[in-house]
């Protein structure tokens, strides 16, 4: 089993940064790729950044620029640093890590980030 804990969300203002932390822990061996997800009430989940095991990125279109998401392998910790924050950035941000050898996904509980105008 693998644990996912977020943190680091909170109230900002329009043009701010903020960073996002994922601790991972549990049987994390077999992790191939890691990512951000966002979701507001309403709307569906969308991808915001993943990173896999050999440290490629990928970036939804409306972060690319802002965003950058980073991982510490000594913490099992990912990152995702959050520049020039936006109004429509707002969004519970849920932290994903994704095993291909076995199928299986994994969520955290999710971290609210508010941005206001």
């Known amino acids: 089993q693998v644990q996912l804990v977020e943190s680091g969300g909170g109230l900002v203002q329009a043009g701010a940064s903020l960073r996002l932390s994922c601790a991972a822990s549990?049987?994390?061996?077999?992790?191939?790729?890691m990512g951000w997800y966002r979701q507001v009430p309403g709307k569906q989940r969308e991808l915001v950044a993943t990173i896999i095991t050999s440290g490629s990125t990928n970036y939804a279109d409306s972060v690319k620029g802002r965003f950058t998401i980073s991982r510490d392998n000594a913490k099992n910790t990912v990152y995702l640093q959050m520049n020039s924050l936006k109004p429509e950035d707002t969004a519970v941000y849920y932290c994903?890590?994704?095993?291909?050898?076995?199928?299986?996904?994994?969520w955290g509980k999710g971290s609210l980030v508010t941005v206001s105008s």
């Open positions: 994903n890590a994704n095993s291909a050898p076995y199928g299986m996904e994994y």
């Open positions: 549990g049987t994390i061996f077999h992790i191939t790729a």
